[in-house]
């Protein structure tokens, strides 16, 4: 069977009762019905089975890698963007760009080793220890290649790396790039001190070129090509057009230079851009040298490790002081080209916001991996077919050096830098791309909001302890706003346990990441509780939770019931609410154990003939010690009825979830469940409780359509937003999901 792999080419330039987590019971607490959470015994929880893919259908689908890096190529010195007008003559970058998509929002750090070290790790600098140059690179860290060897998906993958490492540190071994887990290396492991007389090492050993070092880094990919059957992944890491500034064959650029060395002193921009150039003609060699059906099964990545240095910057865009090694644009905007296998878009432009980290999954996932998400790394791969599909909404990069450290954080619209002695400089990128006008000191709410979110974004990755995180302590919210990710920011709350006599500080962070806004909570409320008159069962403890709420939810198909095993929703105040409990009517001894959702009668939490301990919150802690809410959280909305309810958290499906009121042609009114108690008595007998439908059984209502304002959720859409609505009776919040809960809501 004659099968051809694609080739992928790098380049780089409770309360008792609770349906809770855990399967403890509340039997402490003095109740009627006392229940546990539902037990883990599988009867409930889907498993997935993945299915072998037999080796002939992997080698089908597999494309190869190509992953090209330049080395100091700004986006000042890319023919592919419009920031400057004295530019490289790149023919062959350009028809990859042509031929594929160009990145207009590409983000990596300010320096070589430090981007590298994100590519090769997924991860962060805070998170690899590589924040400066130049840093080693721990063995310790699974790096992309080893990651491709070691997993069953991808491990059909030969690999190797050609060119500029400086990774090792200050004086690397030999070694270092096989020790931390290359298969192959063939190139340079620092700087070059002359592109024509410069230290080769290949696998350990170390030899002697005088070989233009363009050349033969190319020459020594095509060498390695040749052997190889598919897949394969080569990452070809240039240092042109790093320093020394030289002269390069003539035969490879289309610049008139003399090459004497007043004259490249006077001149480095365009000695500069002739290495770009002498470059692009290698590449070209490169893809080139590929039979037509390997080519045409080749994915290629071309990126910039950073932004230009300043001796070469091209001022009329970037500030000297803005480029290469700084945190500024002009040092971290790179030049980011995909084209080939799998790319269906062609001469596209792309804003979708993307880093170097990235490439570790995008990388992977193209292999095969199918995982969207590794380490810090998130893929981009499915933008190769579509404008923007699944965009970030944030970006982090850091550095540390002796003239810049700190780190740096972006959205599609503004970016904030944060440097180590704490002063903080905040820029619009839509008007203000080259950075001079900066806007912390702004009174705009709408840039003081942008603040607040980065800022968020940046903490929740570095893990400073916020100063300026927003205290909500009994604040009683007001924004309508049915968008999670206007709710970016770090919260704090000084509150009381009131029967324990204790204090506690709630801990809430909102950030976005991937298209989702992600509650990062210690499930502490903004208001004192515990507060009834008998205390909780269950000790309230500070929990580490995290919930993510989709950006863009959809009305699905068929509702999702509520259920024991997925939490209903997340508050603004960072307390989920799980409205069921796990207690049934003639089940057991009434307390524990009805973990079936098609049980008959179970009990409802908020009738107060269930002797459910709950706080004037209706809440109460499980058993592991979440404090969670079964009714309506009333300290979180004001219910004076002169002004429509604001939002009050979001429900397991994205959807926002409002308070009472709403305003009904001018009027505003609480809005009405389509819920109402069932006539007559329920059934008696075996295993029926009998007695007269009052509410004290979940069971004991029925929806009737149309009879209030909302649906059979507990929804309806107002001025085309659909959400929610807090009501005084059943069922309380959310009587069903309307859309697709968020796998991240489901409990263990």
């Given amino acids: 069977m004659n099968i051809k792999i694609a080739s992928i080419i790098l380049i780089t330039f409770s309360f008792i009762g609770c349906g809770g987590s855990g399967g403890s019971s509340d039997n402490n607490e003095e109740i009627i019905v006392p229940v546990t959470t539902p037990s883990d015994n599988g009867s409930e929880t889907e498993t997935e089975t993945e299915t072998e893919t037999e080796t002939e259908t992997e080698t089908e689908t597999s494309p190869n890698i190509l992953f090209i890096i330049s080395d100091d190529q700004g986006l000042d010195a890319s023919a592919q963007y419009s920031y400057s007008t004295d530019l490289p003559n790149t023919p062959s970058i350009d028809a990859l760009a042509n031929t594929g998509i160009t990145y207009d929002n590409a983000w990596a750090t300010p320096a070589c080793t430090t981007t590298r070290a994100t590519i090769l790790t997924g991860k962060y600098g805070i998170n690899s220890d590589v924040t400066y140059v130049p840093a080693q690179l721990s063995a310790d860290h699974t790096i992309l290649q080893k990651y491709l060897a070691s ?373 502490i409320p903004n208001h004192d509780f515990n507060d009834g008159g008998e205390a909780f069962p269950n000790n309230v403890s500070e929990q580490n939770d995290e919930f993510e709420i989709t950006q863009s939810p959809a009305i699905a198909s068929d509702i999702t019931p509520i259920s024991l095993t997925v939490d209903n929703a997340i508050l603004l105040n960072g307390v989920k609410v799980d409205l069921l409990a796990a207690g049934c009517y003639n089940v057991g001894n009434g307390k524990v154990g009805c973990n079936d959702m098609n049980q008959p009668w179970r009990y409802d939490p908020m009738h107060p003939a269930n002797g459910f301990r709950v706080d004037s919150h209706n809440a109460h802690a499980q058993p592991d010690g979440t404090y969670h809410y079964h009714g309506s959280p009333f300290a979180l909305f004001s219910d004076d009825g002169q002004n429509a309810s604001p939002v009050v958290g979001f429900a397991a499906d994205g959807f926002p979830i409002f308070g009472s009121f709403f305003d009904d042609a001018g009027v505003i009114r609480k809005a009405l469940p389509s819920y109402q108690l069932k006539s007559g008595t329920r059934p008696s007998g075996t295993g029926e409780p009998g007695g007269s439908y009052d509410g004290s059984f979940r069971d004991d209502y029925e929806y009737v359509e149309s009879l209030g304002d909302l649906d059979e959720c507990n929804g309806m859409t107002i001025n085309g937003v659909y959400g929610y609505y807090i009501t005084d009776n059943y069922p309380y919040v959310v009587g069903c999901f309307s859309g697709t809960p968020d796998p991240s809501f489901n409990k263990n």
């Fill in 151 to 523: 997993n069953e998906a991808t491990q059909h993958y030969q690999s190797a790396v050609f060119g500029k490492w400086h990774v090792g540190g200050g004086d690397s071994d030999a070694s270092h790039p096989n020790d931390v887990g290359l298969q192959h290396y063939a190139g340079n492991l620092g700087n070059l001190t002359d592109y024509y007389n410069w230290e080769l090492t290949v696998n350990g050993e170390v030899e002697a070129s005088t070989q233009y070092h363009t050349t033969h880094i190319t020459n020594l990919a095509i060498d390695w090509l040749g052997q190889q059957s598919d897949p394969w992944f080569a990452w070809v890491a240039y240092s042109a057009p790093h320093s020394p500034m030289h002269l390069p064959p003539e035969n490879l650029h289309d610049r008139t230079l003399s090459g004497d060395s007043e004259d490249i002193n006077n001149n480095k921009r365009d000695y500069y851009l002739a290495a770009i150039e002498a470059m692009d003609t290698e590449i070209g060699r490169l893809l080139s040298s590929m039979d037509q059906a390997t080519r045409d099964n080749t994915v290629v990545i071309f990126i910039g490790d950073n932004g230009s240095p300043k001796g070469v910057i091209d001022n009329a865009s970037f500030e000297n002081s803005h480029g290469k090694g700084s945190l500024y644009q002009g040092g971290v905007a790179i030049p980011m080209i995909v084209s080939g296998k799998g790319v269906t878009r062609t001469n596209s432009r792309e804003s979708a916001i993307v880093t170097a980290t990235d490439l570790y999954a995008t990388i992977a996932d193209l292999a095969g991996s199918s995982v969207s998400q590794i380490h810090d790394s998130y893929s981009f791969k499915n933008t190769f077919e579509s404008d923007s599909s699944g965009a970030q909404n944030y970006a982090y990069t850091e550095f540390q050096s002796d003239d810049t450290t700190g780190w740096s954080v972006r959205s599609q619209t503004h970016k904030l830098i944060k440097f180590e002695d704490g002063t903080q400089e905040l820029f619009s990128l839509t008007d203000n791309f080259s950075e001079t006008d900066d806007l912390i000191q702004s009174s705009d709410n709408s840039v003081i909001q942008q603040y607040d979110a980065l800022l968020a974004f940046g903490q929740s990755i570095t893990g400073e302890n916020s100063d300026t995180a927003q205290d909500i302590t009994n604040i009683i919210l007001s924004n309508n706003s049915g968008n999670c990710a206007d709710y970016v920011a770090s919260y704090l709350s000084n509150v009381q346990d009131v029967n324990n006599n204790t204090v506690f500080v709630g801990d809430l962070m909102i950030t976005l990441q991937n298209n989702k806004c992600v509650f990062t909570t210690n499930a």
